[in-house]
Every structure is written in C-alpha cells, then in structure tokens.
C-alpha cells in the first residue's frame, strides 16, 4: 500500500510538473512570440533570411494548436485523479467478457502499434533519426504483447499469462522508448553509430522483437516464468517489479522527450512525451489492480489505448511534416536554381532575399552584397518613379506583368530588362511586400533591334526592286511605241513599193511589238501589286465569275468549254479587280490547255477551311507534270512554246494571291487535267504596300487608251 | 481663229517620237508652229523667254513629256502654273504609262489633260487631234 503510495504521488506531481509545465508551455510560449516579433522585425530591417519565416509559421503553428494542446494534457490528470479515487474505493468485480479485451487490444494497440511501428519504420529509412527506430521497437513490442495477451486471456493462458506477456511487453518496450530518449537527449539523432545499413537495421530489429515476444508466450505458457499476479489478490512481488520498473521508464522517457520539447519545440517530441506519460499512468493502474479486468484496470487500459492514439499522432505528424519539407524542398530549389532572378522586398523595397540568378545578374557574388540593400540601388534613377509606379500598381492589381526597365549591376553598368512583380501577403491578406522577377532582356533587345533592322532593309530592298522594275518597263516602252510608230509610217507611205512581202514584213515588226508591248504590261502589272493596290472590298465571287463568264463567252464557246461553278461561294474581302484577274487568268490558263480528246470542262468551287478559303479551279485538259508545278508560276515561263500567250499569267495569279496573304498551288498530273488551289484568308489582310491608292483602281493595262480630257474627267484604267 | 499662226511648245526628249508627233502634225497643218525643246530647262528657258530663246513666241499650248532629262515634267508642270503669267496657257502631259500616281500628281499640279502615247499609232493621232481640236476649236483661248 505505501509502495502504492508513494508511486502515485510520484505520478501525480510528476503529472503535475507537465500539466503545469503546459501552463508555463503555454506562458512561455506567447513571450517568445512576442520575443520573436521583435526579433523579427530587427531582422526584415536588416535582412532576414528565409529561416525566419519558417520561425514565424511554427510560431504561428503553436499558437493554433494551444487549445489543442490544453486538452490533450489535460487528459492525464483526469486519468490520474480517476485512478487514484478508483484505488481508493478498491471496487470489487471483474468485468471481463471474453473476447472483449482482445477485440480492443487489437485495435487499440496492436493494430495502432503496428502502424505506428511501420510509420516509424518508414520515418526511420528516411531520416535516419534513431529515436524512430527505437520508437518502433518499443511500440512494437507493446502491440504484440497486447495481441497476445488479448488472446491469451481464457484458456490455456488465464489472466496470469496474460499480465506476464503484457507486462514484460511494457517492460522491454519502456526499455526501447528509454534508450531512444536517453540518446534524443544526448543529442545523439542520427543511426551512424550504428554499424549495419538502415534497411538492414529494420529487417533485424523489428522481426528481433517480435521473435522475443514469441519466445515470452511460448515460456510464459509453459509455466517457466514465475507468475505476476494471483488473481483476485494482487500483483505478485514479481509482477509489481516488472510493472514498476517499467512504469517508472515511462515516465522518465516522457519527462526527457517534454524537456526536448522545450527546446527544440518539435510536434512529434510533445506528443511522444505525452503519449509516454498516458502509458504510464495506465501501466500504474495495472500496477494496482487487483484483478484483471477491475475498474482500475480498464481506467489503466483505456489510459493505455489513448497513449496509443498519441503515438500515432506523433508519427502522422511527423511523417506529414516530411512531406511538407519535401515539397518545401523542391520549391526551395526551384526558388534557388530559377534561371531567372527572383527577388523578395518588403514594402519599402528592401531586399529580404533573392536566388542565385537574381546575384548573378546585378553581377554581384555574395547575398552580402544585395540582402538589405534597397531594390532601387540597382535600377537606373531615369526609371525609379516609373518602378514606383508599377509597385502601386502592382498593390492594386495584385500582380504586374513584362515591365521594361534599365537595370544596375553593383558596378552601375547598365542593361535592359523586363520586370514582373507580384505582391506578397500575410496570413490576414494583408500585404506585406514583393516578389519581383527579372530577366536580361539585353540580347532579346540586340536580337529585336536586329530583326527591325533586317525588316527594313528587305523592305527598302523591295521597294527598290518594285520600282526598278517599274522603270525598266518604263524605259522599254518607249522604243515601242516608236517602232510602232515607224511601222505604221512605213506602212501609210510606202505600202505601193512595199509588196506583199514588205507587207508582210511590216506585219510581223508590229505583231512583235504588240507581244512585247504585252509582256512588258504584266511586268507593270506585277510591279505594281505591291505598289498600287486598290480599295478591299466584299466581293461576291459568285458575282464575280459570272462577269468572267460574260467576258470570257467567246473564247469559252470557241473552245466549247463547259465553266460549272459550284455554288456556294463565300463572300471574300479582297481587290476586286486583282480578283477578277485571278479567276480570269485561271480560267483562261484551263482553255489554253485543254485537251482536244475531250471537252473542257472547268469546275470552280471553295472549301472552308479553319481561318480561310481555299478556291480550286479545276480542268479536264492536257494537265501538268509535277515536276513543272512550281515551275508554272515563276514568271515568263511557259511549258508550251506555241501556246499563245504571254507566261505571266499564273505569276501574276501568284503574286496577286501571296499579296492577301494567300497561298497557290496545283495539282496534276500530265494528260489528266489540272487543279489550280489557293487561298485567301477569312479577313483579307493585305501585306503592307509603300503605295496605295485610295481612289484610284488599277485594272489590267491592255492597251493604253487616249482619250482627250478634261479637268472633271477621272482615267479609266 | 487662224490656224496657222498658233504656237505649241513639245517638249519632248525622245527624237523618235518627236518625229512620229511632228508627222502627225503636220498632217495636219501646223508643222511651222511646233517648237521643239527637248528638255525641261529648255522648255522653261522658252516660255520664260530666256538665254537663246530671247524671242520665242508665247505658246498657246504646251505638249510636256512626263521623263524629261535634268528638269522633270511634272516639275516644269508646276512652275508653269506657279507663275502667273504662264498659268493660264492649257499644258497636256504625254506618257508612256497611265499610271495613277502619275495621273494624280499632274492634275494636282494643275495638268489641264494626260495622254498616254498608245502603242496603236491611229490612236495617238487621234489623240492629238482630238487634242487639236478640244483645246484650239471648242475652247475659246485666250489672245
């Protein structure tokens, strides 16, 4: 009874000094926060580094769990008074029903040691933290003790056996959570004393344990372990050593995990050390019960499965708290190896922290050299209201995008770059800074620069070609019409000493002056697309080929020419007549070659595609090779010598359609007819011309007309 | 009016056309009044009366090239109706091109008409006829 005695005073002011130490815990607590405030805000006007915002959320995080906190401690000095009023009363009467204790052993603690041990296992493999590995050894030990003395309790086993696997369980498992605090304390956490790899120490210790556990039942059930209680009278000698002892490493091992605690202020230490002492003041229950199943002995058993609870607590929160420091990790890295610079100010712009990149671009070496400086040191003066500006705005919007800035490095060299910055808030959305982005725009720039550059030298280049080939053209008309002109001339006077073949050859001079009066027109022509282009209107193809059929009739009839439109043609907006010249060209190319096998029979149609339209115009004629079909559209080329014609036609077409941002193409074979294709996007968008001409339209030049004019009067193409 | 005593200037670079435009006009009567020059200084050096052509007559009309070496047309153009003297003599651009610029630039300039020299010789005379007869007959000039 004094034994008894004693042992629960000891509990209980051990019990006190945690319960009160929760009060101090608590007290402490809120002075190191404030503490820690201050420290912090000395820190944000220095410079602090990302460590002290993990500070602030574990601060943060202790403040939230405090009522949590209360209640859990709370816990074991209501278990305590419970079991102290129930020894005092020394109820009699057994409540055992069979089955019972091991369904809730089971679950209770074997089922929670087993996962706690795996968890710990686990934690163990990754961290290499002893106290795990010890952790699980001794849970589960505790597990498979209770297993075993859950089912042992009937036959063959009788409450005797009972008590000595679960107290020797408690025992060896107090000896395991023992060591792991001793070492814990000493500040010895990592496994490198040990010898064997950390797999290798699992697939030893864990099976080691449970191999121990089998030995005990084997041995207790043969009856070679003296007995532990008698039931009905108490403990024996024995059993009362065993339990005390273990009782008493309990609460050792719970005492040293709290005062680690203290210090370290690690979740999964407060609710090992809590977890331990509820154990130990269930085992003490067990200690003084009578007989098995008595009232106190459920109140130690339940102390006992709420110990388990902690226990898995404390590994949950520790197994979660690896991931979250994985994740952590992995956006600390990225933070670090960003190739782009990233920087932290506060408010006033200050520099809380940056990456690497964000060093190497101010071209400095050391975060010495940045930390605590203010982000304005490294942007030229010119833009410092303009960044001012952005920063407002970034506080309005929340974020701000692509700003270009000229950039400092520590030297005052300066280079361009772009800027985004967004804001950065506390708990409460209250902002509390910036995280700026910047990038070296400067080759960027050199490479835009260079484009522009580019850019206008081909259009100048362009230019000069259009306008050269303008005067060419030009200055080749000229002799022309003065050979027409003499031609005529000779011809008016002389046509008596001429003769028939005089005539003849006078004819000839002129008709070669008209061909190269022609070609020389659709070299204007071709010049001039990119020059003079005329007003963009909606045109109804439709419409359109119905004109080019009226005006095509007579070469269609001699050529006996079928011209089926497939009907519905889309309205497209383009130069009418730079379209009239397309399909007029296309169509007249169909009739020059057809076949004389068959009647020509010329199919116009359109297929809309995604974004644009593609036309066809197709034929049955004598077709083309493929290896002629990107010859076809280069200028002055044609594939029949004797056809008649000029060869422009389908450059023209060419030209015409690439000017609307179109493409052209064909498909044929040789005597299989052809498929003249090309497109023209849904909103015809013009690629720019130097000239264009607004109320003018430029039609087709055939030839030149002289009409006498007068002021009023406008040309007609 | 008496046709014969009216003076045109051509001012004309091109000695083949020259010709082929003379021919035409003297096919119809008026070869002796046609003053050549064939270059834009000269043509102003004409009408303002100057150097070698101290006492050139004043031109009723003027027939001006568009390409003319060293003072371009459409710059003659414009001197010709900047001054106030000469502005109110009727000028009609010739060219080998219709094209709009062109077209545009000469009637802002104050260009009184634009004719392309056609290919087609019939057509150039009638050009110039219809020229002859638009400008001489219908229009009342003034003395």
């Given at each position: 009874m004094l034994f008894l005695l004693v042992m629960s005073i000891v509990e209980w002011h051990r019990n006190r000094f945690t319960g009160g130490d929760s009060m101090k815990d608590k007290r402490k607590t809120k002075a190191q926060s404030i503490l820690d405030m201050e420290k912090e805000k000395d820190r944000e006007s220095r410079g602090v580094t990302m460590e002290g915002g993990e500070q602030m959320e574990k601060r943060d995080a202790v403040k939230t769990t405090a009522p949590l906190h209360f209640i859990a401690q709370g816990v074991i000095p209501a278990f305590i008074v419970t079991i102290a009023v129930l020894a005092i009363l020394d109820i009699k009467g057994v409540f055992e029903p069979p089955l019972l204790l091991f369904i809730l052993n089971t679950l209770f603690i074997s089922v929670m040691s087993f996962v706690v041990a795996s968890i710990s296992a686990r934690n163990y493999l990754k961290r290499g933290s002893l106290s795990f590995l010890l952790l699980g050894c001794g849970v589960l030990v505790l597990g498979s003790g209770g297993l075993v003395a859950g089912w042992l309790i009937g036959p063959p086993g009788g409450p005797n056996v009972n008590v000595t696997i679960y107290d020797t369980g408690a025992l060896l498992g107090a000896v395991f959570h023992a060591t792991g605090a001793i070492f814990a304390s000493a500040g010895v956490t990592s496994d490198r004393i040990l010898v064997l790899k950390r797999k290798s120490t699992v697939i030893l210790a864990y099976p080691g344990v449970l191999a121990f556990m089998a030995l005990l039942t084997i041995a207790s059930l043969r009856g070679a372990i003296p007995p532990y209680i008698i039931q009905g009278i108490g403990p024996t000698l024995l059993g009362r050593a065993v339990l005390g002892t273990a009782v008493a490493l309990f609460g050792i091992s719970s005492l040293l995990f709290m005062r680690l605690y203290f210090k370290s202020k690690e979740t999964f230490q407060y609710w090992y050390s809590l977890a331990l002492a509820l154990i130990a003041v269930g085992l003490s229950a067990v200690f003084l019960q009578k007989a098995v199943g008595s009232p106190i002995g459920w109140a130690g058993r339940s102390a006992q499965y709420l110990g388990g609870i902690y226990l898995l607590i404390a590994v949950l929160i520790t197994y979660m708290e690896g991931r979250l420091r994985i994740s952590e990790e992995k956006l600390r890295s990225v933070f670090a190896s960003s190739p782009d610079a990233i920087t932290v100010i506060n408010l006033n712009g200050n520099i809380l922290e940056c990456n690497q990149s964000a060093l190497d671009i101010r071209g400095c070496s050391s975060k010495d050299e940045v930390l605590g400086k203010n982000a304005f040191e490294f942007i030229a003066k010119k833009d410092h209201e303009r960044a001012v500006e952005s920063l407002k705005k970034t506080l309005e919007q929340g974020s701000v995008k692509d700003i270009e800035y000229t950039f400092l490095t520590k030297d005052g060299c300066e280079f361009p770059a772009e800027l985004s910055a967004s804001v950065t808030k506390d708990a409460y959305g209250n902002p509390t800074g910036f995280v700026v982005i910047a990038r070296d725009i400067t080759e960027h720039k050199r490479a835009e620069e260079e484009q522009e550059r580019l850019l206008a030298e081909l259009e100048a280049k362009n230019k000069e070609l259009e306008s050269f080939v303008y005067t060419v053209s030009h200055d080749l008309k000229a002799p022309l019409i003065s050979l027409n002109g003499f031609s005529s001339a000779l011809q008016e006077e002389f046509h008596h000493q001429l003769g028939e073949e005089g005539k003849h050859y006078v004819e000839r001079i002129q008709a070669n002056v008209a061909h190269m009066d022609a070609l020389i027109m659709h070299l204007l022509d071709l010049s001039r697309i990119g020059r003079v282009v005329g007003p963009i209107e909606e045109i109804d193809v439709v419409t359109l080929l119905r004109e080019i059929q009226e005006e095509l009739a007579v070469e269609l009839e001699e050529a006996g020419a079928e011209l089926v439109v497939q009907e519905p043609l889309p309205i497209v907006r383009a130069d009418r007549s730079r379209m009239h010249q397309v399909f007029a060209n296309l169509i007249d190319n169909a009739v020059k070659f057809r076949s004389e096998e068959r009647p020509l029979r010329i199919e116009v149609g359109c297929q809309k595609e995604r974004g644009f339209y593609r036309f066809h115009v197709a034929d049955n004629g004598i077709g083309i090779a493929p290896q002629y079909h990107q010859q076809?559209?280069?200028?002055?080329?044609?594939?029949?010598?004797?056809?008649?014609?000029?060869?422009m036609g389908l450059a023209l077409v060419k030209k015409i359609v690439e000017h609307h941002s179109g493409r052209v193409w064909v498909e044929s074979e040789e005597g299989e007819g052809a498929t003249l294709y090309f497109t023209l996007p849904e909103s015809a968008e013009l690629k720019?011309?130097?000239?264009?001409?607004?109320s003018l339209r430029a039609g087709p030049q055939a030839e030149g007309s002289a009409e006498p004019l007068n002021r009023s009067q406008k040309p007609k193409g | 009016m008496d046709l014969q005593s009216v003076n045109i200037l051509l001012v004309e670079d091109n000695p083949d056309h020259v010709e082929l435009i003379l021919r035409t006009l003297r096919d119809n009567n008026l070869l002796n009044q046609v003053h050549v020059v064939t270059n834009g200084e000269e043509a102003l050096d004409f009408l303002y009366r100057r150097?070698?052509?101290?006492?050139a007559p004043r031109p009723v009309l003027t027939l001006l090239d568009i390409k003319l070496p060293r003072v371009d047309g459409i710059e003659v153009l414009k001197r010709i109706k900047a001054d106030p003297e000469l502005k109110s003599m009727p000028v009609v651009m010739l060219t080998t091109s219709a094209d709009e610029q062109e077209i545009v630039e000469s009637y802002s300039c104050g260009a009184n008409s634009y004719i392309v020299k056609p290919l087609d010789f019939d057509q150039f005379v009638k050009a110039i006829k219809a020229v002859k007869l638009y400008w001489l007959v219908i229009n009342s000039l003034p003395t």
């Open positions: 076809i559209f280069a200028p002055f080329r044609q594939l029949d010598p004797e056809a008649q014609g000029v060869g720019r011309s130097a000239e264009t001409s607004a | 150097g070698k052509y101290a006492d």
